[in-house]
């Protein structure tokens, strides 16, 4: 009860805050990919942060997950017993560490890694690509870009991932994997048609856990993500977020002016859209409940 | 009373080793809140103010932006701004605005080869640079610019604060200031929509993308340029000629500002003259002229507080790499302080 009551007022006091920006802009709010903070001209559109996050939370997951499953796959079918527990603990510990220090870390060693070695080794061979050439080819070579962030991003949720699949393999009743090695199946197939089908909600669980962290994450992300309000044409631009724009524009901005509101408007629209992609989830699962 | 605070401060000195205890009960303090830049100054200053004139001063580095909300409640002595206020606003918040030294901002840049202070630029190719329209290092005009440099061919990589912050308010000050085509489109502000370039966060992330980038140019607080020895350019002045970022040219600039305005907050901005390094910026306090009875007390040590830092301070600020002010405005200073604040019953706050 007091948890919904908490939950309440901090919708109500960002959505007060956000007022006047969304009176100022309305709808154009959401997709205006303006935001000129310059006293006299004020422009703010949320439509570079939106996708900013989105497209990085989405990187981010798309790099974990494999990497998850392998984890969890090595830990649970693959690992001898004495090396599945400091395995196990060593990727857990990885949710320990503080995100300044990722982000401290991304910018000192990943990102001259990615400018060095990956974008200025393989940037303009994979740029000559058919088709996805456009997603190397980028004029800024700074190494603070999408794809650092979503690096980053990967990495931070990588444990929570792993450690709810591994959580979650584990509880497979060992009859339905003793029934199919019995019928002739290799190890991949035992993972791939029983396991996989018995626990697919809880790894989505996982999954959506991290999303849930990879949407919110600021420090981290700020450091390495380039914060250009600039819509990237390629993964080796800078762009932002709206986690990081808040936490960049908000300790200068005035009180009461249409910039602060903005920001509470982007805050707004961040905890909306949390909460979809909770519900969304939510849906999609809705049907395999049943199963 | 200067006088009167000298004596008062000597006694101090001289009885504190006999009675520490008693010495320190009595020190009064002041809170202040507001810009990070001269953090590092005022916390020097707190430091010898406290011993000399037994003033303790709480000084929160919030942002400029926070410095502003937290006076206009009144909910701190003073507030610290890097970006002035104008007349009006100050009218309609009942404050009174003060500087108290100049901070100079420097273009840096990662070229390899590249000695600090080597590079020549004139405020166009800066300003084009930061457009993303001059791309290349061995783009003509820049070569033209250094006929004795070997200029590599590689990319310009504009590198920027990605947070508000005062540095960037003066810095695209400047840029609106001589390019058409930045004051039309990026403008000036504490941040800004860039459009090129990287953003990091404060003088240490600009300052390590730079280091990280060949090609890189940015702009830092000179302080932070000199403690970590990065790569200045010299810049053209107004006057024509090229300048390097050094005390001469900051000095020069603080003599060449207009400070009798109403405000107090001269434009610092491309100022006119032959050693005047052009990008300096004033940081300032805000002062409630109004304070009510039981804030006169710590409005008058504020005053004290200042009054003690113009006349001893000066040193610790050049060894900070803060300009001084001259001391014509320390005296047009502490005349705003007696003929603009006042006590509720309509008494000066300030008297000396």
Known sequence: MVVLV?????????????????????????????????????????????????????????????????????????????????????????????????????????????????????????????????????????????????????????????????????????????????????????????????????????????????????????????????????????????????????????????????????????????????????????????? | MNRRTLLAAAAAATTLPLLPRAARAQQAQITGAGATFPRPLYERWAQAAREAIGIQLNYQSIGSGGGINQITNRTVDFGATDAPLTVEQLAERNLLQFPTVLGSIVPIVNLPGVQDSQVRLSPELLAEMFLGRVRRWNDERLVELNRDLRLPNLPVAPAYRADASGTTWGFTTYLARVSEAWRSGPGAGTSVSWPAGQGARGNEGVSNTVRNTPGAIGYVENAYAVVNRLVRVQLRNRAGTFVRAERDAFIAAAAAADWSVPNMAPDTIDLQGEKVWPITTGTYILLPTNPTAERVEASRNTMRFFDWAFREGSRAAEQLEYIPLPSEVHELVRKAWRERIRTPDGTPVWSA
């Open chain 1, 6 to 291: 908490l939950l309440g007022g901090i919708i109500v006091t960002l959505f007060v805050g956000a007022l006047p920006a969304f009176q100022e802009f309305g709808v154009g709010f959401i997709t205006s990919t303006e935001w000129d903070p310059v006293e006299g001209r004020e422009r703010f559109g949320g439509f570079v942060a939106i996708f900013g996050t989105l497209i990085s939370s989405l990187l981010a997951i798309i790099f974990a997950v494999p990497v998850a499953f392998g984890i969890a796959f090595f830990l649970t079918e693959l690992a001898p017993l004495w090396l599945r527990r400091p395995v196990g603990t060593a990727i857990e510990l990885l949710a320990a560490i503080p995100s300044i220090i990722y982000g401290m870390w991304g910018l000192f060693v990943l990102a001259p890694f990615v400018q060095l070695r990956i974008q200025l080794t393989f940037g303009d061979t994979l740029a000559s690509l058919p088709l996805i050439g456009f997603l190397f080819d980028s004029v800024s070579f700074g190494g603070t870009n999408l794809f650092t962030a979503s690096l980053v991003l990967a990495i931070m949720i990588l444990p929570f991932i792993a450690a709810t699949m591994r959580d979650v393999f584990e509880q497979v009743p060992p009859v339905y994997k003793e029934s199919a090695y019995a019928v002739g199946a290799t190890r991949w197939e035992v993972v791939r048609s029983v396991v996989l089908p018995y626990t697919r909600i809880s790894v989505a669980g996982g999954v959506m856990l991290g999303l849930g962290r990879a949407l919110g994450e600021t420090m981290a992300v700020t450091f390495v993500i380039g914060n250009a309000n600039r819509l990237p044409q390629s993964l080796f631009d800078p762009t932002n977020t709206i986690a990081s724009v808040i936490a960049m524009e908000f300790p200068e901005s005035l009180m009461g002016s249409l910039q602060q509101s903005a920001l509470f408007a982007l805050g707004f629209l961040l905890f909306v859209l949390s909460f979809l992609v909770l519900a969304l989830s939510r849906w999609l699962l809705r049907p395999r409940l049943k199963v």
